[in-house]
T-cell receptor, first 113, second 113 residues
Framework: DAGVIQSPRHEVTEMGQEVTLRCKPISGHNSLFWYRQTMMRGLELLIY????????DSGMPEDRFSAKMPNASFSTLKIQPSEPRDSAVYFCASSLDLDSLLVFGPGTRLTVL | AQSVSQHNHHVILSEAASLELGCNYSYGGTVNLFWYVQYPGQHLQLLLK??????LVKGIKGFEAEFIKSKFSFNLRKPSVQWSDTAEYFCAVTGTGANNLFFGTGTRLTVIP
């Protein structure tokens, strides 16, 4: 199994631009999570899905952030417009279900200039 | 409110020294506890976990952690660190049946050869 796949691995963009982060969960996993990692705040849960349905998006920092999961094998996290304070590593993780352990992807390092 | 505290932000040790990283949590109800490790350039990996039973948990690479319920603590230990243990270590907690992990801010461990 290739594990959780995230793309791109690195993204550098300018303030105001739209950024789309992508995640492919492990095949057969029904739950998907987006986390953000910063030096100041550590790891924060942004949103999670179960069976493609968003369950809790209370961690999404503001309306500039949105996430979708159109099917069981793909999810996106979009930031529009991006700001320098969005610079962080964004992790996607998946699990068989909400009671199972998470498997993390390699992360996307986002830099907003 | 759920929270996880890791009081050591950066720990520097010489090889063969003993390690103890502190983790305290605040969570109502029964908890599941985790330590994750992130090696330089790699993504998060599960080091060990506690669900129930023996409060002394053995993990990979010689790590162990002890759950002390009365102190709301889950400290990570290793008797003799190696240079390859240089990484960032995250403590996390979730409630039974839930999978939205709450992470601490992490502790960076630097092992000097």
């Amino acid at each position: 199994d290739a594990g959780v796949i995230q793309s791109p691995r690195h993204e550098v963009t300018e303030m105001g631009q739209e950024v789309t982060l992508r995640c492919k969960p492990i095949s057969g996993h029904n739950s998907l999570f987006w986390y953000r990692q910063t030096m100041m705040r550590g790891l924060e849960l942004l949103i999670y899905f179960n069976n493609n349905v968003p369950i809790d998006d209370s961690g999404m920092p503001e309306d500039r952030f949105s996430a979708k999961m159109p099917n069981a094998s793909f999810s996106t996290l979009k930031i529009q417009p991006s700001e320098p304070r969005d610079s962080a590593v964004y992790f996607c993780a998946s699990s068989l279900d909400l009671d199972s352990l998470l498997v993390f992807g390699p992360g996307t390092r986002l830099t907003v200039l | 409110a759920q929270s996880v505290s890791q009081h050591n932000h950066h720990v520097i040790l010489s090889e063969a020294a003993s390690l103890e990283l502190g983790c305290n949590y605040s969570y109502g109800g029964t908890v599941n506890l985790f330590w994750y490790v992130q090696y330089p350039g790699q993504h998060l990996q599960l080091l060990l976990k506690y669900f129930s039973g023996d409060p002394l948990v053995k993990g990979i690479k010689g790590f162990e952690a002890e759950f002390i319920k009365s102190k709301f603590s889950f400290n990570l230990r290793k008797p003799s660190v190696q240079w390859s243990d240089t990484a960032e270590y995250f403590c996390a907690v979730t409630g039974t049946g839930a999978n939205n992990l709450f992470f601490g801010t992490g502790t960076r461990l630097t092992v000097i050869p």
